[in-house]
């Protein structure tokens, strides 16, 4: 029997799964870490974390696995949005931390980039506005305060082409990685637009040449990784994508017109699309399944699972220690407590902004805000309504796309949770339909040209679509009340 590998480098964790060419999970492994916030607003991590998890988790995920290196044929590696992308010297060493997705420290630069270049000229060529969310924003913020690094810096790659790289010696980026940079990656043609760059003074040799659809195979494995990872030389590794685009892959999404959600450390709510959604403020970049015809237009909260495990290790000590120590699931212990606080979680309301906001609201002085408490509130009570805050900023991304939803498909950590699967379905008003978690959805990133792997169709790869199941919504216990409060 042959298996494939699909790792995908989030802003937590980096988690690895093997499968079968059916689509059966055979083994798992998961390495935690966390992001650096040295000031308000500002979020970058080490790339070295990063790669020291893909190796840790593939290697134990094999070992868990029991199966010959030589019946593994390939491996596909996503990644978080890494913002400015690696900044790396000629050596192809970090110059300094990645400026990750949530980082929003460039407002100014976000500015400029309106006022010099203009809100029409961005839409019209990149199909993005500015915003600090934006990797050209964060390099220009390199660029402007830290210009010995500026000049270090030969190359910036996102996070899976880095730890491809690492682990094959080639270099190449994928389209989804390209586009999400905004700014300065051209949507109609798909190649980095030259215009836009020199208004901006990047220049076109600090990024990858090479850009790639995800399902292409950057390279083979060298034979010193090949030994670390207890896998065969050569071994093809494809060049994967955002994490939330490759979600989707795993949740059998190959057309147009269907709306998923990933619910990871961050939130999004996407529409896959064969023509632009523009004019509602969606971030829009190439799909990880023919990039060049399909688009993903996504809306979500920057800090969805972030802010529940923000919660979890800031008032729920006492559940996680006893976790670490073998006790139950600190999130498990939390559910059961807010499964009995009444839907409204007694008339408190969380604004889950945490770390400003993305799209829709495009907000960076938005801020994390508790309203309403009193003595009778209990952590429970605070708890449910963290829950039910994030569950409102899907239902925002899925009305901004202005389209009518249907089922939606949900993945990620979230669906972890049977009470916040039900809150997402009550407060939305849509039926969730959830993976099978026995299958490896993960692993089907591996798509099209892994040798051994005959899926480069739609229709190979609905024979290795998950089963589903669904959450139904509930008018007993559907949230009657939307809150529109303004930023303070």
């Known amino acids: 029997m042959n298996y494939l590998l699909g790792t995908d480098i989030g802003t937590s964790g980096t988690k690895t799964i093997l499968t079968d060419t059916s689509g059966n999970l055979i083994a798992e492994h998961l390495c935690e870490y966390d992001v650096l916030t040295p000031k308000p607003l500002w979020a970058e991590q080490w790339p070295d974390i990063w790669v020291d998890a893909v190796k840790e988790s593939i290697r134990e995920t094999v070992k868990k696995a029991a199966v010959e290196p030589e019946a593994v044929k390939a491996l596909c590696i996503s990644g978080l949005y890494g913002g400015s992308g690696i900044p790396l010297d000629s050596q192809m060493r970090p110059v300094r931390p990645c400026l990750i997705w949530m980082d929003r420290r460039a407002q100014e630069e976000s500015d400029w980039a309106l006022e010099q270049i203009g809100a029409e000229k961005l839409m019209r060529i990149t199909h993005n506005g500015s915003d600090p969310y934006y990797g050209f924003t964060k390099m220009l913020w390199i660029k402007r305060h830290e210009p010995e690094n500026w000049e270090k810096t030969k190359l910036f790659l996102p996070p899976n082409a880095y730890a491809i790289y690492r682990l094959t010696g080639k270099i190449a980026e994928d389209y989804s990685s390209a586009g999400n940079t905004g700014g300065i990656f051209d949507m109609n043609t798909h190649t980095w637009s030259k215009e836009l760059l020199d208004k901006m003074g990047i220049p076109l040799s600090k990024l990858p040449q090479n850009l790639v659809e995800s399902s292409d195979v950057v390279g083979g494995l060298t034979g010193e990784a090949a030994k670390e990872l207890g896998l065969c030389k050569s071994m093809p590794v494809c060049a994967g994508g955002i994490d939330c685009g490759a979600a989707n892959i795993g949740l059998g999404v190959f057309e147009p017109g269907v709306f998923a959600a990933a619910i990871g450390t961050s939130l999004c709510g996407a529409l896959i699309t064969d023509k632009p959604v523009q004019g509602r403020g969606l971030i829009e970049w190439p799909y990880l399944y023919r990039a060049k015809e399909l688009s993903y237009c996504f809306a979500g909260a920057a800090t969805a699972g972030a802010i529940v495990k923000w919660f979890r290790d800031t008032f729920a000590e006492a559940e996680y220690s006893r976790q670490k120590a073998g006790g139950p699931n600190a999130y498990a212990v939390l559910d059961r407590q807010a499964e009995k606080i009444p839907v409204g979680s007694g008339g408190l309301i969380v604004l889950p902004y945490f770390m400003g906001e993305r799209s829709p609201v495009w907000d960076s002085n938005a801020r994390g805000t508790i309203i309403g408490l009193s003595l009778a509130h209990t952590k429970a009570h605070i708890y449910r309504a963290f829950l039910e805050a994030v569950a409102y900023s899907l239902r925002d991304a899925i009305e901004a796309t202005g389209e009518k939803v249907g089922d939606i498909l949900v993945a990620g950590g979230a669906v972890k949770s049977t009470l916040w699967k039900q809150i997402f379905a009550d407060v939305t008003g849509h039926r969730g339909c959830l993976p099978d978690q026995r299958c490896g959805g993960q692993s089907r990133r591996c798509h099209a040209r892994g040798p051994g792997n005959r899926s480069a169709d739609p229709g190979g790869h609905a ?26």
């Open 463 to 488: 024979k290795m679509a998950c089963p589903s199941r669904t959450c139904r919504t509930g008018s007993e216990s559907t949230c009657q009340i939307r809150f529109s409060l303004p930023m303070l």
